[in-house]
Nanobody, 123 residues
Framework: QVRLVESGGGLVQAGDSLRLSCAAS???????MGWFRQAPGEERKFVAG????????STADSVKGRFTITRDNAKKSVYLQMNNLNPADTAVYYC?????????????????WGQGTQVTVSS
């Protein structure tokens, strides 16, 4: 099993940047990692994912070119760098983990979830 704790959320203005962090316990290098977000009244949606070793990533079209996912397995952490934020990015952001083959980046079916961190972007 792996436990996940997100941090780095907050209130920012449109155009600002923010970096989310997710600290994992256990053998996190055995897991693909992902970030999801859920806005009020909406379903939780995939934002970005990264393979176990970090060589492969996948990013949702809605954030492509603005958000970047990275990981540091030595620190058991995954990060989401968010640039040029806009009010539509306002949501609770969740870190997730899924046991996966080395180069796989799942976009669904994650088994392990953090508690989430709120990101609010004002106009």
């Amino acid at each position: 099993q792996v436990r996940l704790v997100e941090s780095g959320g907050g209130l920012v203005q449109a155009g600002d940047s923010l970096r989310l962090s997710c600290a994992a316990s256990g053998s996190s290098s055995d897991y693909a990692m992902g970030w999801f977000r859920q806005a009020p009244g909406e379903e939780r949606k995939f934002v970005a994912g990264i393979s176990r070793g970090g060589s492969r990533t996948s990013t949702a079209d809605s954030v492509k070119g603005r958000f970047t996912i990275t990981r540091d397995n030595a620190k058991k952490s995954v990060y989401l760098q968010m640039n040029n934020l806009n009010p539509a990015d306002t949501a609770v952001y969740y870190c997730a983990a899924e046991p996966s083959a080395l180069y796989v980046v799942p976009t669904t079916g994650y088994d392990y979830w953090g508690q989430g961190t709120q990101v609010t972007v004002s106009s």
